[in-house]
């Protein structure tokens, strides 16, 4: 784990940021007159969920301990995270293990890209591979198809592998850590052994493991590289890096669970096809796929085990695809200040607003398999009906309610109580109001249960984290969401590898990234554009491979600044809705607190005295303003698209 992260687990905000200011509890928060400036009332909060702080005054800026520290202690990013590992009791490493940890993964890529060339010549033209080369014609796989995804062959040899790459110049540990070699009692051998080999790459085109499929029936049926620095196969999908194009041109992706089930389709034209690898589908994958397209097709395989995992995959996706803020009509409550018979009085009055709700950013489908075919096998037999299915997919929750409709007998009162247990979570789910209650009024319908019962049943806890969706709008917290760093590592690599984009760099403000150490990167990069990052703090050297890890397809000039504007646009949009949840977190702490029941038809002038009651109004005032004005940026954000001329 790199020291950063290691840090912020460790530390806790409230704790490094009560060892500078005096907090006071704030419902489930703390606040403080600001350190940075001067106040008489506090508008400075730590919020401890989101392991974060901001000045609602003067300030209006914010952060984690990173930047807290920094700007109290008024030093670098470098000073304050050896103070902060000081304070978190974790050890440093130095400056060159930094740089070996760097170097080491691009040695381990070159490792598994020469094992990849080595293998697939053994297919190609080594005696050894030619059980190999039969079974890869019976699955009916075509030369040029085998050629384009290197597959390969793994021989029986005990250290043929090892021999090629140490005479290549790597060394057994090298190749042991980048899980090509195993140790044992008699020191190091191949850990792949007569199989064909699928070289698995990264979302750039690097080999960083393999699959590996029996030939003899030896158990498993398929074995794939260990978890390594590079190798994470949760965080993987075959054939992604061949696909991604394809999947932008048809605003789609479907995934398949085998190897071979992706290869088959690529080579019938079916290029926007990836696969998770035989495993259930992880948040991680998902998150990868909603950078190019916002439709996913699930399409694994029709057995027992194949609707199992989708499933599974069903309960992640939909929360790795995110949310995004919509506006619906809506009616609340609202704390108003008005001059009754010239006295100043504030009341409640009910205000016709627009909400602002969570929308599923993308839309989960699934694709049922006729019989008990796989895809493989469909799309070699009838390529034509595969397309007619993947169009004909249904949307997630559909899937769901056939699948439990076939299972359950609904003709029983135990038989309605399952269906409600399965079918109640994926409804509450549902983030938009109308959708929700068709659903609900489905389910109703099929269990011949009046939909007032069927609420009131929901469980209190799952109802709870529904409102928490829908009140604040994908709350992705800083350093925490696996989508947005993604994003912000993209538009960092948009702008770091095109000089042309320097004009338009202050597009892209330091608030909108939600990390420290990509706030870092940017000012380095402004500093000194081009070469600035040559002189970065080494510790922001994992993140800046990361970043650069992040190849952009080779684009036009006109669609990089495109990419780019788009990219600055989402990141806005992101800064925004944090500030709103932040800004909902003051008022919910005023409501726990019975703060601003009080002041409900109280006169203000008759209790000017109570220089709390004052205090409170005056912070009710100024919440509303900041929210009117939130909501009205958010919409403005959604209304607008950047255009290229933007960056121009």
């Known amino acids: ?77 470098g000073p304050a995270l050896r103070l ?75 250290e043929a592998l090892k021999q090629y790459l140490v005479g290549q110049g790597f060394t057994e540990e090298e190749l042991v850590a980048a899980g090509l070699l195993m140790e044992g009692e008699r020191g190091t051998y191949d850990r792949f052994h007569h199989r064909l080999m699928f070289p698995i790459s990264d979302i750039a085109g690097h080999v960083v493991g393999f699959g590996a499929r029996t030939l003899d029936g030896a158990p498993p049926k398929y074995l794939n590289s260990p978890q390594t620095s590079l190798f994470d196969k949760s965080g993987l999908l075959y054939a992604l890096d061949r696909s991604k194009e394809a999947i932008r041109q048809a605003r789609k992706a479907v995934i398949v669970e085998g190897y071979m089930d992706a290869l088959t389709a690529h080579q019938h034209g079916f290029a926007n096809v990836v696969a998770s690898m035989g495993t259930a589908l992880t948040e991680k994958q998902v998150g990868l796929l909603s950078r190019f397209t916002s439709e996913v097709v699930l399409a694994l395989d029709a057995d027992a085990a194949g609707e199992a995992a989708t499933m599974r995959g069903l309960e992640v996706a939909p929360e790795a695809m995110g949310q995004e803020a919509t506006a619906v009509p809506d009616w609340e409550w609202q704390w108003q200040r008005k001059n009754v018979n010239g006295r100043q009085v504030v009341t409640r009055a009910l205000v016709g607003v627009p909400r602002i709700i969570g929308k599923q950013k993308g839309e989960i489908k699934v ?33 769901v309610f056939q699948s439990v409709q076939d299972k359950v007998d609904l003709t029983s009162p135990k038989g309605k109580a399952q269906a409600v247990e399965a079918l109640s979570p994926f409804i509450q789910d549902v983030a938009n109001p109308v959708e929700q209650a068709h659903y609900l009024q489905r389910l109703a319908n099929l269990v011949s249960v009046d939909e007032r019962t069927l609420r009131d049943a929901f469980p209190r806890r799952a109802a709870a984290k529904g409102r928490s969706k829908a009140g604040t709008v994908a ?30 760099a202050d597009l892209l403000k330091a608030e909108y990234l939600s990390s420290t150490d990509g706030r870092e990167l940017l000012a380095a990069w402004t500093r000194n554009p081009g070469s600035g990052l040559d002189h970065v703090d080494e510790w922001l050297l994992p993140r800046l491979e990361a970043v650069r890890s992040q190849t952009p397809p080779v684009m036009a000039e006109t669609l990089i600044r495109a990419a780019f504007a788009q990219c600055v646009h989402r990141l806005e949009q992101q800064h925004v809705r944090r500030l709103k949840a932040m800004h909902r977190a003051r008022l919910d702490e005023m409501e726990e607190d019975g703060r601003l029941l009080p002041m409900i038809g109280q006169d203000v002038a008759s209790t000017a005295s109570d220089a709390g009651a004052a205090s409170d109004a005056d912070d009710l005032r100024s919440f509303e303003s900041q929210e009117l004005q939130l909501n009205n940026q958010l919409l403005a954000l959604m209304k607008r698209r950047p255009e290229p001329s933007v960056t121009e």
């Open 367 to 399: 694709l049922r398999l006729p019989g008990a075919k796989d895809p493989d096998a469909l799309i070699r037999d009838h390529p034509e009906e595969w397309q007619a299915l993947v169009d004909g997919s249904v949307p997630m929750l559909d899937f």
């Open 1 to 77: 784990m790199p020291p950063i992260d290691d840090i912020k687990q460790r530390l806790d905000i409230v704790s490094v940021v009560s060892g500078y200011v005096a907090l006071g509890k704030a419902g489930r928060n703390f606040k403080a007159n600001c350190p940075f400036h001067q106040e008489k009332t506090p508008s400075f909060y730590v919020f401890p969920d989101r392991q974060s702080w901001r000045c609602f005054g003067a300030c209006a800026t914010g952060g984690d301990i990173f930047t807290f520290v920094m700007r109290r202690e008024q030093i670098e990013f």
């Open 475 to 504: 709350q992705a917290e800083p350093g925490v969401s696996f989508a947005v760093d993604v994003v912000e590592d993209y538009c960092l690599a948009l702008l770091f590898n095109n000089d042309f984009l320097a004009p338009a």
């Open 84 to 158: 902060l590992a000081g304070k978190a009791g974790v050890e440093l490493p130095e400056y060159d293990r930094v740089q070996e940890e760097v170097t080491a993964d691009a040695r381990y890529k070159e490792a598994n890209e020469a094992a990849a060339r080595y293998y697939h010549n053994l297919l190609i033209n080594g005696a050894d591979g030619a059980q190999a080369r039969e079974y890869v014609a019976e699955r009916g796989i075509w030369p040029e198809t085998l050629r384009a995804f290197q597959l390969g062959y793994s021989p029986q040899r005990r």
